[in-house]
C-alpha cells in the first residue's frame, strides 16, 4: 500500500523558503509575465508535472492569453502561433529541461543573446531552473493543485 506521500514545505519548512526565495526573484525578473507563464509550461509538459501545468495554465489565462496558443505549447515546434523570440525562449527550455540530451546548443543560446540579450538570458536560464526543481518537487510528492 503506498503510503501519502508528504511535501517539503511540511516536512523541511527552511528547504521550502529557500526555493519560495528563488521563485521570488524570478518576480524581479524583467521578462513578460506571458513568456514566464509559457516557460512553466512548457518546462511542466516537459516533466509530466499536472499539478505545475494546471497552476500554470490558469494563470496564464488570468494574464490575458488566449487558450489557443496555450494549447498549442505542446506542439510549439509546428505552430505558427508563437513569435521567433517567443521560439527561442520555447527551445532553450526544451535543452534546459532536457539537459542531459544535448546540453544548451550554441544555436539556441545565440538566438537568445540576439533576442534577450546577455543578462536576460541568464535570468531566463535561472527562470527555467526553477520550474524544473518546483516540477521535480511536485512529482516527488504526487500533489495535487487544489484552488
Request: proline share 3%; net charge positive.
Amino acid at each position: 500500500m503506498l503510503q501519502q506521500r508528504k511535501p517539503v514545505k511540511e516536512l523541511d519548512p527552511a528547504a521550502f523558503e529557500a526555493m519560495l526565495a528563488l521563485e521570488n526573484w524570478g518576480k524581479t525578473c524583467a521578462l513578460p509575465l506571458l513568456q514566464k507563464e509559457l516557460i512553466k509550461i512548457r518546462a511542466s509538459q516537459i516533466n509530466g508535472c499536472a499539478y505545475c501545468l494546471d497552476m500554470h495554465t490558469e494563470d496564464a489565462l488570468k494574464y490575458g492569453e488566449r487558450p489557443r496558443k496555450i494549447f498549442a505549447v505542446a506542439a510549439w515546434h509546428e505552430s505558427h502561433l508563437f513569435s521567433e523570440e517567443e521560439r527561442a525562449l520555447l527551445q532553450l527550455t526544451d535543452e534546459v529541461t532536457k539537459i542531459a540530451e544535448k546540453g544548451v546548443t550554441d544555436e539556441t543560446y545565440n538566438k537568445m543573446i540576439k533576442y534577450f540579450g546577455e543578462k536576460m538570458t541568464a535570468q531566463i536560464i535561472m527562470l527555467i531552473v526553477t520550474i524544473n526543481a518546483w516540477n521535480r518537487l511536485a512529482v516527488a510528492a504526487k500533489q495535487i493543485y487544489k484552488k
